[in-house]
């Protein structure tokens, strides 16, 4: 029902700032949360943050708090990561997934983008 493509990743110095962007075509995006999961080189799939159907519940890991800021607009159907204070830690392959219910902490999605590399380096 919900197809989603990933922009915005590439190559910023630790310290920097870079917003990811999510559009989804297809309908009901708005009776869906919306999460961006990540995948560092070698490791599994971490969980970044999710928001909820209408927007009005919000969460992140631990790692990120207070770095990076998650918003979505159900008029355009875009779902947006805003990361500041950028560290090496945060390279990983970037995804943008739905699911049906908030459940914040997990992987597990229905719908899945094609990913955006996110590099942090010197």
């Known amino acids: 029902e919900v197809q989603l493509v990933e922009s915005g990743g590439g190559l910023v110095e630790p310290g920097g700032s870079l917003r990811l962007s999510c559009a989804a075509s297809g309908s009901a995006f708005s009776s869906y949360a919306m999460s961006w999961v990540r995948q560092a080189p070698g490791k599994g799939l971490e969980w970044v943050s999710i928001?909820?159907?209408?927007?009005?519940?919000?969460s992140y890991a631990d790692s990120v708090k207070g770095r990076f800021t998650i918003s979505r607009d159900n008029v355009k159907n875009t779902l947006t990561l805003r990361m500041n204070s950028l560290k090496p830690e945060d390279t990983a392959v970037y995804y943008c997934v739905g699911r049906r219910w908030y459940l914040p902490g997990i992987t597990e999605y229905e719908y899945w983008g094609q990913g955006t590399q996110v590099t942090v380096s010197s």
């Open positions: 928001i909820s159907s209408g927007g009005s519940s919000i």
